[in-house]
Nanobody, 118 residues
Framework: QVQLVESGGGLVQAGGSLRLSCAAS????????MGWFRQAPGKEREFVGR????????YYADSVKGRFTISRDNAKNTVYLQMNSLKPEDTAVYYC???????????WGQGTQVTVSS
């Protein structure tokens, strides 16, 4: 059973930074894609970015490109979301997700709250 546990959320002022972590367990992830999503109150869940576990290629939503960076630590089975130059509109619950390439995200974490004050 795959488990994803996010951590690192909190309250930060606009312009600040946070780093979220997603610790993965339960299987080997070499063929997986790891994604980050977010959902603000009253809004639909939004794709933030993703990283291929094998090779490490990344892709970002336009709304975060240049400010957010996704990375992974293979030894720790952990994926990170480094968030810089945070804006109040980045306030949301952030989720990590995992899935086989081409098959969608079948596993989700419980989410971690990020609040950016103006």
């Amino acid at each position: 059973q795959v488990q994803l546990v996010e951590s690192g959320g909190g309250l930060v002022q606009a312009g600040g930074s946070l780093r979220l972590s997603c610790a993965a367990s339960g299987r080997t992830f070499s063929s997986y894609v790891m994604g980050w999503f977010r959902q603000a109150p009253g809004k639909e869940r939004e794709f933030v970015g993703r990283i291929m576990w094998s090779g490490g290629s990344t892709y970002y939503a336009d709304s975060v490109k240049g400010r957010f960076t996704i990375s992974r630590d293979n030894a720790k089975n952990t994926v990170y979301l480094q968030m810089n130059s945070l804006k109040p509109e980045d306030t949301a619950v952030y989720y990590c997700a995992a899935g086989d390439v081409g098959k969608g995200y079948g596993y989700w974490g419980q989410g971690t709250q990020v609040t950016v004050s103006s």
